[in-house]
């Protein structure tokens, strides 16, 4: 079974940065990809950033786009959400999720990880 397995939310103050893990097991073959989504309060489910784990390739959301990077340890089976310059409105419950490689439609993931809490804020 695929597991997706989702940690390193904590709180940071504006401007800080934080790195987000994803842990993942349980794909058969190569043709899959894992993106991050996340989850504000009030706010719908939305997609912001996509790696296939396998090609490198790599999709970021504009509001993310310079201060996320997605990245992949593949020998770790792990993927990585570096998180720069964050501001408060970065503030929600990160998921990861799969398959991305089309649409980072939350509504199309087959496979989702437990969130885990960012909170930035002085």
């Known amino acids: 079974d695929v597991q997706l397995q989702a940690s390193g939310g904590g709180l940071v103050q504006p401007g800080g940065s934080l790195r987000l893990s994803c842990a993942a097991s349980?794909?058969?073959?190569?043709?899959?990809?894992i993106g991050w989504f996340r989850q504000a309060p009030g706010e719908e489910r939305e997609g912001i950033s996509c790696?296939?784990?396998?090609?490198?390739?790599?999709y970021y959301t504009d509001n993310v786009k310079g201060r996320f990077t997605i990245s992949t340890d593949n020998a770790k089976n792990t993927v990585y959400l570096q998180m720069n310059s964050l501001k408060p409105e970065d503030t929600a419950v990160y998921y990861c999720?799969?398959?991305?490689?089309?649409?980072?439609?939350?509504?199309?993931?087959?496979?989702w990880g437990k969130g885990t809490l960012v909170t930035v804020s002085s």
């Open positions: 349980g794909f058969t073959g190569d043709e899959y990809a």
């Open positions: 790696i296939s784990p396998s090609y490198g390739s790599t």
């Open positions: 999720a799969a398959d991305c490689r089309t649409t980072m439609d939350a509504d199309a993931m087959n496979y």
